[in-house]
């Protein structure tokens, strides 16, 4: 799965939205700007990765974090970024802990279902009157000897 | 080679979203759809799709792990990029009295605005 940079663009649809975004009602960007863009982006996103990277191995750390990110901006010369990058990393990061409550509640709900299911099946039966559940178990047991 | 596995495992599903968009590549439309559905709260925050984002930041051989806070804070700044380039370049399609953005405007923005340095002989 070795793909090399070239082989890997950001994709032109959010590229164009971004950069119709930013620019006034009634700009238009020619096909070649806007694959110029698109490049230049993708050499942003090596050449920020590098620089953080230079300040994860200088801490001694493999992995790369947003603190590293943001060491890159400032060295780029990008410090206009650093506002909005914290900003939005703070929003980001509370995002995540809700995904985690969400999915760590998700996993103790499909235990409990687990669980529950056997029961259930039980339940269902005694929500009927007597006589029928009566019936229903007799028959239920009948059909078990007949399977064994 | 370690790659960028551990700590991205709740991207999963994201990752999933953009291979099965990988045949549709072709038209652009599809491709918007990767950050939406497939992973709500904090994927919204970044148009661009952090998968795409992580597997450019692998190809660099000596990056080994990165959080998904870093891979989210790339996305982001990138974005910051593609408008800072893109209003940089307008003023010269302006100069130009043209309102249709052109390959030499964003040369000559790349070529005037310090920041830019770094682009210079990196683009076709």
Known sequence: MAEKPEDLNLPNAVITRIIKEALPDGVNVSKEARRAISQAASVFVLYATSCANNFALKAKRKTLNAADVLAAMEEMEFERFLEPLRAALEVYKKGQKGKKEVSEQKRKEKEKKADCEHEKSKEDEEGEDEEEQRMEEETEEGEEEVEN | ?124
């Open chain 2, 1 to 124: 080679m370690a790659a960028l596995v551990s700590s991205t495992e709740q991207e999963s599903d994201r990752c999933g979203s953009e291979e099965e968009n990988r045949g549709v590549e072709a038209g652009d439309g599809g491709q918007q759809q990767q950050t939406g559905p497939a992973a709500p709260g904090g994927s919204r925050l970044s148009k661009l799709p952090l998968a795409r984002i992580k597997a450019l930041m692998k190809t660099d051989p000596d990056v080994s792990l990165a959080s998904q806070e870093s891979v989210f804070i790339i996305a982001k700044a990138t974005e910051l990029f593609v408008e800072m380039i893109a209003k940089d370049a307008l003023v010269y399609a302006q100069q130009g009295k043209r309102k249709t953005l052109q390959r030499k405007d964003l040369d000559n923005a790349i070529e005037a605005v310090d920041e830019f340095a770094f682009l210079e002989g990196t683009l076709d």
